[in-house]
């Protein structure tokens, strides 16, 4: 009995040190925001379309130029940022995509080629306060979502 007793001790209060405390707040985007030690984890609002306008930052950071359809052209080295529709898409002749779904901005890139960006890429670029979104254009397989 002395030994289940010690088990089950031993086992509630590892369990009450081992807890980390947990931080949650919602961001602008209504989005849940979930700290707790090093981890973060976002659990996503629903996003509605209303046709609202959002400015994108964007950069070609590769040696060819790449066409965004129906919108314009980014030779290497060059930076634009332009309104973007929420009820629009965003279609890379290089295959990217980038569209608004079921919980706001999203992205389509199977071959790594999109680099979302923020913080000190935020000021490396100068993007201005008044952008939302920022993404560059890398070389294939150096992007944010990895070629398998």
């Known amino acids: 009995m002395k030994i289940k007793t010690i088990i089950l001790t031993m086992g ?21 925001i979930i700290e707790k030690g090093d981890e973060t984890y976002i659990i996503p609002a629903e996003y509605e379309k209303t046709g609202a306008k959002y400015k994108i930052f964007l950069r070609n950071e590769t040696d060819k130029p790449v066409s965004i359809k129906d919108k314009f052209t980014l030779q290497p080295n060059e930076e634009k940022i332009f309104e973007f529709v929420d009820t629009d898409s965003i279609l890379f002749d290089i295959g990217p995509k980038i569209y608004f779904g079921d919980t706001g901005l999203e992205v389509e890139d199977k071959k790594g080629e999109l680099a979302g960006i923020g913080g000190e890429y935020w000021e490396k670029y100068k993007v201005p306060d008044d952008v939302e979104y920022g993404f560059v254009i890398v070389p294939l397989g150096e992007g944010d979502m990895p070629t398998k």
Do not use: P
Not at 12 to 32: A, M, P, T, V
């Open 12 to 32: 509630i209060l590892s369990f009450l040190f081992g807890c980390k405390e947990e931080k949650r707040y919602k961001d602008k985007h209504g989005n849940e």
